[in-house]
């Protein structure tokens, strides 16, 4: 009965078959294995999701302190600028005064010298007068 063709063909299709449900289990184990690799993927995926909204959380926070520094930095660069508009317009009036100073002594000088001008008129009037 061995070389009965239906017998023959039926082996086949069973043999086939077998290979076929070989085949079949094969898949089902890389259809477990792959879904257990999306499951993996996708807890990868949400972990990166968690680490980069951590990420945008300490970027707002360095912004922040970055645009606060900034902020200390700009406000210390105000008080020494109006620091120094302060003294230089204290250094403005001590040298008006200075001037100023310089030009009441000149006037006061000039006075000085015409009261010794009329002093040593006056002394040699009183001389002619005296002879």
């Not at 360095?62 to 250094?91: C, F, P």
């Not at 001590?94 to 002394?123: G, K, P, S, W, Y």
């Amino acid at each position: 009965m061995a070389d009965d063709p239906i017998l023959l063909a039926l082996e086949t299709l069973m043999g086939g078959q077998t290979q076929m449900r070989g085949e079949l289990a094969d898949l089902r184990s890389e259809l477990s294995d792959l879904r257990s690799e999306v499951s993996e993927l996708r807890g990868g995926q949400s972990e990166l999701r968690g680490e980069l909204t951590q990420l945008r959380g300490e970027q707002t926070r360095l912004r922040v302190d970055v645009l606060d520094q900034l902020e200390k930095m700009e406000n210390k660069l105000t008080l020494i600028r109006e620091d120094i508009a302060v003294n230089m317009g204290r250094a403005d009036a001590a040298h008006r005064a200075a001037d100023n100073t310089r030009d009441e002594l000149r006037a006061l000088n000039a006075q000085v010298q015409a009261m010794e001008r009329r002093q040593r008129m006056m002394n040699a009037r009183l001389d002619q007068l005296e002879k």
